[in-house]
């Protein structure tokens, strides 16, 4: 049985990808943080208590600013393959947070990758790195574009691009990047800028609030599906030779599009119920991300197939879905 380890576990990416590796037979392992409420909602359906017979999905607490909780954590899993999805992932909040995000989402990555080279060297490292690298550098974008973050969360991630290509060439580690262009879901957090706009617009349609709020409806962004994408993680750890792979749809959608098509889901005119607020805007913007995945589609088979229309008709209608539901679930004892 392989063995897997994943931080970031209660996110997006972390949810999507247990579900890929528990239904190829893997043995999962999750890092989450300790917290006063319950962080595991995304994984509640997957969840196995320690008592049930033949666990395949076991959490462990730590945090990725604890060295040697990793090193003791990956030295007693012995993973086969180590996903690092963890890290302070809003980019409007890095600029807030510059600090924490430079710590948890670039030092972080340089203390797993140091546990594993100290206690599990032969375990294959997938660094969760991200299309916001990029910044300024105009479009299409690809593994050979220059980066040019604009934000400390894409800073962050460049550092831990750079210190995983360093582990994989100084101590020929089977260790790779996935650039990763913007990937939503239903699951994705209330906050990010897709998310707020599918659940606005089902709240809006259902006569629970009156106006969305939004800062810079010009930004372009390459939109695609989270768990298409975390197949892709897992087929580049199942590749011949360590390499970075760009992940991406290839295709072009402004916020504004995106916006309309989620308001023409439930058949409104989204320039009635949608104001600016500037203080939704970033000190510094990135105007345009388009990936060009041509790679992994050559070496991985790996090919987008969900876009950014279609990906705005998914995500509202789960949100109108989920919405009909408020108010009949109760919180349930905790698990874990």
């Not at 990416?13 to 006063?36: A, F, M, N, P, Q």
């Not at 809006?204 to 993680?233: C, H, S, T």
Request: glycine letters at 8%; charged letters at 25%.
């Amino acid at each position: 049985m392989l063995r897997a380890l994943i931080t970031g576990i209660t996110g997006q990416d972390g949810s999507y990808l247990t579900e890929l590796l528990l239904s190829k037979g893997y043995e999962v392992h999750g890092l989450i943080r300790r917290s006063s409420s319950f962080n595991t909602s995304r994984i509640d359906h997957v969840y196995q208590g320690p008592q049930e017979h033949g666990q395949k999905l076991i959490l462990h607490y730590g945090d990725l600013t604890d060295g040697s909780r990793l090193v003791s954590l990956v030295g007693n899993i012995q993973p086969d393959e180590v996903y690092n999805l963890g890290a302070q992932s809003h980019v409007r909040v890095s600029f807030d947070e510059p600090e924490f995000t430079g710590d948890v989402t670039g030092v972080g990555s340089t203390r797993l990758l140091e546990a594993v080279r100290l206690t599990s060297p032969q375990s294959k490292f997938y660094q969760a790195s991200s299309s916001e690298m990029f910044g300024a550098t105009p479009p299409p974008q690809d593994e050979d574009t220059p980066f040019y973050p604009r934000s400390p969360y894409g800073a962050a991630k460049v550092y831990s691009y750079w210190m995983t290509k360093n582990y994989r060439e100084a101590y020929d580690m089977f260790a790779v990047n996935g650039i990763l262009f913007n990937h939503e879901s239903p699951r994705r957090g209330e906050t990010f800028v897709t998310r707020k706009i599918t659940r606005a617009v089902a709240r809006i349609a259902a006569g629970k609030q009156d106006k969305l709020f939004l800062g810079n409806l010009d930004a372009v962004r390459d939109w695609g599906y989270a768990p298409e994408y975390v197949e892709g993680m897992w087929r580049m750890l199942q590749a011949d030779k360590p390499t970075d792979f760009v992940l991406a749809t290839g295709t072009a959608c402004s916020v504004r599009e995106f916006v309309q098509h989620s308001f023409e889901r439930v058949g409104m005119d989204w320039e009635k119920y949608v104001d600016f607020d500037d203080r939704y805007l970033r000190p510094t913007e990135v105007d345009a991300l388009i990936g060009d995945a041509s790679k992994a589609e050559k070496i991985l088979g790996w090919k987008a197939k969900t876009h950014a229309k279609e990906l705005a008709v998914l995500m509202v209608d789960a949100d109108v879905t989920a919405l009909s539901h408020e108010g009949t679930h109760w919180i349930d004892t905790p698990r874990f």
